[in-house]
């Protein structure tokens, strides 16, 4: 299972199935509120079959990570996760 669903936020992990959107979008509405959404982690989020993605479009959680992916992240409206830089080589 792609998605664990944790007392603050659902983590979005790997690569998240059409059979997953269902009970994503239950837990979301479950979770949430029109004033406090619920919220979803999608910093290790690698792939979302278009379900799990209309899922978000429509219901619209709060983001905790966003994705590293910059289609996925635009799409939803958010800036890609940042990688931290490479440390710099030494030599030996």
């Known amino acids: 299972m792609?998605?664990?669903?944790?007392?603050?936020?659902?983590?979005?992990e790997g690569v998240v199935s059409a059979?997953?959107?269902?009970?994503?979008?239950?837990?979301?509405?479950?979770?949430?509120?029109?004033?406090?959404?619920?919220?979803?982690?999608?910093?290790?989020?690698?792939h979302l079959h278009s379900a799990a993605l209309q899922v978000l479009l429509a219901l619209r959680p709060s983001v905790?990570?966003?994705?590293?992916?910059?289609?996925?992240a635009g799409v939803l409206g958010l800036e890609p996760a940042v990688a931290a830089p490479a440390a710099p080589a030494t030599a030996a």
Do not use: M
Not at 24 to 32: D, F, S
Not at 64 to 72: M, V, Y
């Open 2 to 12: 792609a998605i664990r669903y944790l007392k603050k936020h659902a983590a979005l």
């Open 19 to 46: 059979e997953e959107a269902e009970a994503l979008a239950q837990w979301l509405q479950k979770n949430g509120t029109a004033s406090k959404p619920a919220a979803v982690h999608l910093g290790k989020c690698e």
């Open 64 to 72: 905790s990570a966003p994705p590293a992916d910059r289609w996925l």
